[in-house]
């Protein structure tokens, strides 16, 4: 009956209604088909999983996010960058295609892993569950997750190219075309020269990423990572997406070149300098005769973090990692050390001592206008108030969020503040200078001891030098501390200096008598404490307010290098000669022993002998 009543209705009707119906019909079905996935997707929880989720965030996350989710919460002049803005609906590191919302996994993975390098640390502690309902509250700061055209599916990554010249060639090509190198610089340093006058959508200064250090991209520093930041783009900020600009080979081809600006995923940080020996004089203006001394010394790579301790604090330094290696003759002993920044900052002032007013410290919001308005004329808040000038425009793109230190929880480019003291991207000079220092004690606490100091800049009991280079005039200072407010000039030593910038890095290399009699002397297979600081002026660094590492060693290894048979040869002879004297020893024994037997068989055979 069925099939005979369709066929009678079919037989009623002319043709091109009876195939229009079906067709209707499906297009019908496949558009609630296609927006059936977005629905599913619009999931904002349950009122008691958003309750829950409240409670974990008040605890772990309101401090610096804000009750209401605008990034203005209570730690906020101390954190750099400035904390994520819920309200906005605007994320950097996500799998969506560029202006979506993340999916819930995007969010998840920013709570559990952080984002490196930023204030936002990972909070694997929590629970499946408790993650699940703070990502649900999270999202109801925001009405775009109640919005189903903000949702996309995540983009296909494919598996990574191999990373061949050819590829990696292509890729330097696509680099030059899509005008990276404004933002990001020639090799990738982030010294472009567009980079000190970038700017997120709120207008907030931004810190462009350092392609040649992968560990510190917020997005990850695989090649994975990399082919998702190109075709998502960052949300927010000026690092478009090149999904539709770019074909899928030429963004693996562009992911293999950036790839090969680094050295490891891992920034491979050390502990110990090893200082070679060299026959050959220090010549500190012979810069390829300096080159070749140091080709052969090993470097090793050094974490720099903020100073917290002291007044003049410094949360978030914009360097964070400094390399060093030393070499050494008869005489002297020179030690380089290299680092990446913005820009050479060489027309202000710095030293170890200058003041830091409480309002720089405070990150430049709500200071005293009395203390700081001398400071900051001109200069412009930390956060980037250029001196009351209008923010310059953003020009290119960011890259992995570097481009926007802007954020802290899930990166998504508001970083509000100038992480490189922006107070001067506008204006040309920089009030202060680029600067670094080492830092020794001026002596080993016992002979040969390996004992470190317990305080940087040293105190009353334990004194410490600094050979200290404002970048401004390239010379070495030394100064006495005993107290980061006690730290004066001192002519105990002369310390010479030479300094260079290429492509946003700094290379300074200092010189010293091995031998002293005010300060630390050098000796052959000696450990001797170092440890570093640096200042970026344009981020307005200068006293306490600096990067510095905590206290490692320098090994002075032997100037003469026993071959590896000799001491062998020599513990075998000592073995055999010890053998030999055992097995004499015991031979004698026994030799001793058969004559004593001897002799009392005698005596006791004449003893008992019968008489003539």
């Avoid at 369709?6 to 009876?18: D, E, M, R």
């Avoid at 694997?124 to 990502?135: F, G, M, Q, R």
């Avoid at 109801?140 to 997750?145: G, W």
């Avoid at 009030?431 to 830092?439: I, R, T």
Wanted: proline share 7%.
């Amino acid at each position: 009956m069925a099939r005979h009543g369709i066929s009678i209705t079919a037989a009623h009707h002319p043709p091109a209604a009876c195939s229009a119906a079906p067709r209707a019909v499906a297009a019908a079905v496949a558009a609630l088909l296609a927006t059936a996935p977005l629905m599913a997707q619009v999931d904002l929880g349950t009122e008691e999983q958003r309750a829950a989720g409240k409670v974990v965030y008040d605890k772990y996350c309101g401090q610096c996010h804000g009750d209401d989710g605008d990034g203005n919460g209570y730690a906020t002049l101390r954190v750099k960058p400035k904390p994520r803005d819920f309200t906005t609906g605007k994320y950097k590191f996500r799998t969506t295609p560029n202006g979506m919302l993340p999916t819930d996994d995007d969010l998840r993975r920013a709570i559990e892993v952080g984002l490196p390098y930023t204030s936002m640390p990972g909070w694997p502690n929590l629970t499946s569950a408790e993650i699940d309902n703070v990502i649900y509250y999270i999202k109801s700061f925001s009405p775009d997750f109640e919005n189903p055209d903000r949702y996309g599916e995540p983009i296909d990554i494919p598996p990574p190219l191999e990373s061949t010249e050819e590829s990696i060639s292509r890729g330097r090509v696509v680099y030059e075309e899509q005008g990276c190198a404004s933002c990001h610089g020639e090799v990738g340093r982030g010294d472009g020269p567009s980079a000190p006058t970038l700017v997120n959508d709120k207008g907030d200064p931004i810190k462009i990423a350092d392609l040649t250090q992968r560990w510190t991209y917020r997005g990850g520093p695989t090649k994975e990572d990399i082919y998702r930041t190109f075709s998502t783009g960052l949300n927010g900020t000026p690092m478009p997406s090149y999904a539709d600009s770019l074909e899928v080979e030429d963004r693996q081809h562009l992911v293999n070149y950036v790839y090969s600006l680094g050295d490891g995923d891992d920034p491979g940080y050390g502990t110990l300098i090893t200082a070679v020996h060299a026959e050959e004089p220090i010549d500190l203006q012979n810069g390829d005769a300096l080159d070749a001394l140091f080709a052969d010394a090993p470097m090793t790579r050094f974490p720099l973090v903020g100073q917290i301790s002291e007044p003049g604090r410094n949360f978030y330094p914009s360097v964070t990692s400094i390399e060093a290696q030393a070499v050494y003759n008869r005489d002297e002993i020179a030690f380089r050390v290299r680092w990446n920044d913005l820009r050479a900052d060489t027309t202000g002032r710095n030293g170890p001592s200058m003041d830091v007013p409480m309002w720089d410290e405070d990150n430049g919001i709500g200071g005293d206008a009395e203390d700081g308005a001398e400071d900051a004329a001109d200069s412009g808040d930390f956060f980037g108030d250029f001196g009351g000038e209008e923010a310059p425009a953003a020009a290119e793109d960011d890259f992995f969020g570097g481009g926007d230190t802007g954020d802290d929880f899930f990166g998504g480019g508001d970083d509000g503040d100038d992480f490189f003291g922006g107070g001067d991207a506008g204006s040309g000079g920089a009030e202060f200078s680029d600067a670094v220092a080492l830092q020794f004690p001026i002596s080993l606490a016992e002979a040969g001891s390996p004992l470190k100091p317990y305080f940087l800049f040293g105190d009353s009991q334990n004194p410490v030098d600094l050979w200290f280079v404002n970048l401004t005039y390239g010379v070495a200072d030394t100064f006495r501390g005993r107290g980061s407010d006690q730290v004066v000039p001192t002519e105990a030593d002369i310390v010479e200096a030479v300094t260079s910038y290429d492509q946003g890095e700094w290379t300074v290399t200092y010189k010293r008598r091995r031998s002293s009699r005010a300060g630390i002397s050098f000796a052959e297979q000696q450990y001797t404490p170092i440890a570093f600081s640096v200042w970026d002026g344009f981020n307005r660094e200068r006293g306490n307010k600096r990067a510095l590492s905590s206290w490692f060693y320098v090994y002075t290894e032997p100037s003469v290098q026993q071959a590896a048979t000799l001491p062998v040869l020599r513990a075998a002879f000592l073995v055999l000669a010890i053998e030999l004297l055992v097995v004499f020893l015991v031979r004698r024994r026994a030799r001793q022993r058969a004559a004593g037997s001897d002799t009392a068989a005698d005596a006791v055979a004449a003893a008992g002998a019968p008489a003539v």
